[in-house]
């Protein structure tokens, strides 16, 4: 994990996540919606969350979802 992240930046609670009724996952990033999940996109994404074993294997899973987050050329949102 330390070389996945290797600015601390997962340590931060930069990503977020809501599950509607339908069982549809919008994921944020500071306060901001960059990803909708369906489906079995959304079942997976749950199971992982559980699985996670801590917040910050939380935000690594919550990061690789959204896709342009792995690069590491993200900017910095303003608060």
Do not use: C, P
């Given at each position: 994990?330390?070389?996945?992240?290797?600015?601390?930046?997962?340590?931060?609670?930069?990503?977020?996540?809501?599950?509607?009724?339908?069982?549809?996952?919008?994921?944020?990033?500071?306060?901001?919606?960059?990803?909708?999940?369906?489906?079995?996109?959304?079942?997976?994404?749950?199971v992982?969350?559980?699985?996670?074993s801590?917040?910050?294997?939380?935000?690594?899973?919550?990061?690789?979802?959204?896709?342009?987050?792995?690069?590491?050329?993200?900017?910095?949102?303003?608060?």
């Open positions: 994990m330390e070389n996945i992240d290797k600015k601390n930046r997962l340590d931060e609670e930069v990503f977020s996540y809501r599950v509607t009724k339908n069982n549809t996952v919008f994921i944020d990033w500071y306060g901001k919606q960059v990803t909708i999940l369906k489906g079995k996109e959304a079942e997976k994404f749950l992982k969350m559980e699985q996670a801590n917040h910050k294997e939380q935000q690594l899973v919550m990061a690789k979802v959204t896709g342009n987050f792995k690069r590491g050329n993200e900017k910095e949102a303003s608060h």
